[in-house]
């Protein structure tokens, strides 16, 4: 029997056949193994040594491009690939969508075993400056000078990233400038091993139809040096808004504290999403990309199918956009999130639009115990839109959403592996999965979002 085993250090030629979902191109060594190799192309020949072999597959990098595969490019960020963000900035992005598109397809199909049309990704109308929110670490460099970056992939070593690619130019220049700020009024960055130091993040945040700009440090403390002057200074040269301050004493790796302070304008900026005015703060989730967010809330909303009578329960509302978005299209709209600030902000949102609780409603509660509360009550939605966490649905509120007996289930997700998982499980309580659509709201990441349409079959009683 030949010997197929891979060694550490092993050099190999290997041809690229496609991603897998965390962005590493997939290769066959003699004998079948699988190769997965970081910043690699599909069609790309390569000479590869192996980092790291095991019985069923191995890992290995790039010694040498023999010949380029069709969709590669030259990468046109210094730190893209040490910086764990855009692993895919080496691909154009036409071959970054028909990446993506296979993860979604491969999961559902592997991971899912569900036979169901899964349409090519949809493009984000913008794949550069595109985000609406970051929050930066704050470090030194090994000189001694304040930094801030994104943490490399597995750790929490900050790379330095002056010029992100992602994120608005103002992002970019307001985190240099507060940087500057910092060595010259003396507020030393935070050490996460010595659990010592002043500034954890800068956390920013933009309207991006409105333009209002937010600006949160984020402090292992109560007030930075110089505050007053500090603030002022970068809420003129910047256009900020507003300027908080959040206290996070606790030796976790969580960014945000309980307590947040307002030190100049409202606390919080305004904007539109999908045609929802919405306020927001720090703690409501709000999607970072909202040109792509507005496409993929018109995908599902064309899923829905809503009609003029229907009841619409949103869970895992968030700020209740999504829903919200829909409600032109039905009667009722219920919506449920656990985290009190979103559930206040959708609050306020429908009471600025004048909807009453008999049109709009929504409710501080765990997703599934409110499902099952409902279910228990009686309460039959026609249409549920279900928006749940990487992690996918409880299981609990899988079984009290089956209990509902809606006619369609709408499932917006960022993790297709758990879309599917949960996806299948509603098929087996009788929901027919009847269309897939990835959207790409992350361009240059690995990250996919995408949309699952679930009819009820007919033999449990469609209505």
Not at 118 to 141: D, I
Not at 178 to 184: G, R, S, W
């Amino acid at each position: 029997m030949t010997d197929t085993t891979l060694q550490k250090n092993q050099l190999l030629p290997l041809t690229i056949e496609s991603l897998a979902s965390d962005g590493a191109g997939v290769g066959r060594a003699a004998g079948g193994m699988a190769v997965f190799v970081p910043g690699s192309a599909p069609g790309d020949v390569l000479e590869v040594r192996i980092v790291k072999a095991l019985k069923t597959y191995a890992y290995g990098r790039i010694e040498r491009i023999v010949a380029p595969g069709p969709g590669r490019q030259a990468p046109d960020c210094p730190v893209c690939g040490p910086c764990g963000g855009c692993s895919l900035r080496h691909l154009t992005y036409e071959a970054e969508l028909a990446a993506k598109t296979g993860f979604v397809r491969d999961a559902f199909a592997r991971l899912g075993g569900l036979d169901v049309p899964v349409a090519p990704a949809l493009a984000a109308p913008l794949a550069q400056g595109y985000r609406n929110k970051v929050q930066l670490p704050v470090g030194l460099r090994a000189d001694g000078r304040i930094v801030t970056g994104f943490y490399a992939g597995r750790s929490h070593r900050i790379i330095e990233t002056p010029a992100c690619k992602l994120q608005p130019d103002w992002m970019n220049a307001l985190a240099a400038r507060a940087c500057a700020l910092f060595e010259q009024y003396g507020a030393q960055p935070y050490d996460e091993q010595a659990h010592a130091g002043l500034v954890r993040h800068l956390y920013m945040r933009q309207g991006w139809h409105s333009g209002q700009r937010l600006l949160c440090f984020v402090l292992n403390g109560r007030k930075l040096p110089h505050e007053t002057e500090l603030c002022a200074a970068l809420q003129s040269e910047f256009d900020l808004t507003t300027v908080l301050v959040n206290r996070n004493t606790a030796r976790t790796n969580v960014i945000l504290g309980p307590d947040t302070r307002t030190v100049l304008g409202p606390g919080v900026i305004a904007d539109t999403l999908a045609g929802v005015p919405i306020t927001m703060g720090v703690h409501e989730f709000y999607q970072v990309n909202t040109p792509a967010a507005e496409v993929l809330y018109a995908k599902a909303r064309e899923f829905a199918a809503l009609r003029p009578g229907d009841f619409l329960l949103d869970l895992y509302c968030g700020m209740g956009t999504i829903g919200l978005s829909m409600l032109p299209d039905c009667r009722r709209l219920v919506g449920v999130e656990v985290v009190p600030q979103a559930v206040d902000a959708a609050k306020a949102t429908a009471a600025r639009l004048g909807l009453d609780e008999s049109r709009a409603a929504f409710f501080c509660l765990d997703a599934g115990a409110a499902a099952a509360r409902f279910a228990a009550e009686g309460q039959r939605p026609y249409v549920i839109v279900v928006d749940p966490p990487r992690k996918g649905c409880g299981a609990d509120a899988l079984a009290a959403i089956a209990q509902m007996a809606p006619r369609t289930i709408v499932m917006v997700s960022c993790n297709a592996a758990t879309a599917a998982r949960d996806a299948s499980a509603l098929a087996e309580a009788g929901y027919r999965p009847e269309a897939v659509q990835p959207v790409d709201l992350f361009p240059r990441t690995k990250h996919c979002e995408c949309i699952v349409k679930l009819e009820k079959a007919p033999d449990r009683g469609l209505r």
